[in-house]
């Protein structure tokens, strides 16, 4: 088949980063369209859309902009394809197999990067490209995550460390951040005094100024009610830290103690309802006691009960599940509560 004038097609100008480590040195979007709209005005070439977006080539079916450029070949509103780098247009086999394909059906007339033209003859040198770009991918992905599970070896978090902390990018390590780490601190301070709620510790520490970590545009802002419930529950603030499902001593300074944690998360433990309630019930084991069966906190909850006569009378009623051996030590705790309690107790 005759091969069509470059001059004939009708490109779209796809340009596309991703946020991926593979992607740190490759050229910004707008760079990708200044290269491409020079050399298409160098040498007379039509560009009937300009597409581009900031997502991962990596996985099929995730990028609109590309979506809308295979939708205009297969109108027939364009017949050519403008970008950087062939990569740029795809690094996985599905979306290389279909743009292969539609080179084969004569739909594609001309691919045209910084480096490299292809056509309908060059399928197959197209085809092996996009196959090792795409290996290059994985064993690039492959070495990254080795980086980051040495550098978790030898006690250092991969990645933005949470509140209270930042990364020092000169000595590559971790520091406790001089204005949100004394903040986290208070609230912990706050939260450990067990009067709390998570709604009230929540306001308190927006009250304090307390911020999420930034990140170039992203963070910066007033930790949510489920942000700081998710930083109590971090072992980050003890000294060590999570990562590929394994716990490491990490050498960056502790904010609270072991002794502390293990509090935090006892006062966690039987918080299912973050909103303040009216007339709080108060109870000796409030947050210490789990159904034995189904693993819910125990709590308190008060019924009124009506009589025949149009009277009525208040009373606690707790529904615990317990296994013989707990049943009068828990009797002992609400004796020296001194409140009167209806009690029903399951046997496990």
């Not at 009167?340 to 399951?346: A, Q, R, S």
Request: a positive charge; proline letters at 4%; charged letters at 30%.
């Amino acid at each position: 088949m005759q091969k069509i004038d470059k001059k004939n097609v009708k490109y779209v100008l796809y340009a596309r980063k991703s946020t991926e480590a593979s992607d740190k040195q490759v050229q910004s979007i707008d760079d990708q369209i200044r290269i491409m709209k020079e050399r298409a005005k160098r040498e007379g070439l039509q560009i009937v859309k300009i597409l581009s977006e900031a997502k991962s080539g990596g996985k099929p079916g995730m990028r609109p902009e590309f979506a809308k450029m295979i939708d205009m070949i297969e109108n027939g509103e364009a017949n050519g394809i403008l970008a950087w780098k062939l990569d740029r247009i795809s690094r996985n086999p599905l979306d290389s197999g279909y743009v292969h394909q539609m080179m084969n059906d004569g739909k594609i007339a001309w691919i045209l990067t910084d480096g490299r033209d292809y056509c309908e003859d060059d399928d197959v040198i197209f085809d092996v490209e996009s196959s090792m770009d795409a290996r290059y991918r994985k064993d690039l992905m492959k070495n990254v995550r080795r980086g980051m599970f040495s550098k978790a070896e030898k006690g250092w978090k991969p990645g933005v460390p949470p509140t209270g902390y930042l990364n020092d990018r000169a000595n590559r390590t971790i520091i406790l951040d001089p204005v949100n780490g004394p903040l986290m601190r208070k609230v912990f301070d706050r939260w450990l005094t067990g009067t709390a709620s998570l709604t009230d510790l929540t306001k308190y520490a927006k009250e304090l100024g307390l911020r999420t970590p930034q990140h170039r545009e992203r963070g910066g802002n007033p930790v949510s009610l489920n942000g700081l419930r998710h930083l109590l529950r971090n072992p980050f603030y003890t000294g060590k830290f999570k990562y590929g499902g394994r716990l490491y001593n990490g050498n960056h300074p502790a904010l609270i103690s072991d002794e502390e944690y293990d509090r935090v998360q006892r006062l966690l433990g039987g918080l299912h309802n973050t909103r303040p309630q009216k007339d709080e019930l108060s109870f000796v084991t409030k947050g210490m006691l789990r159904c034995a069966k189904c693993g819910y906190a125990v709590v308190v909850e008060r019924v009124t009960k009506k009589y025949k006569n149009g009277t009525s009378k208040s009373m606690c009623i707790v529904i615990v599940v317990v296994n013989v051996k707990s049943l009068n030590v828990i009797r002992k705790a609400l004796i020296l509560q001194k409140k009167k309690f209806w009690i029903k107790f399951v046997m496990n």
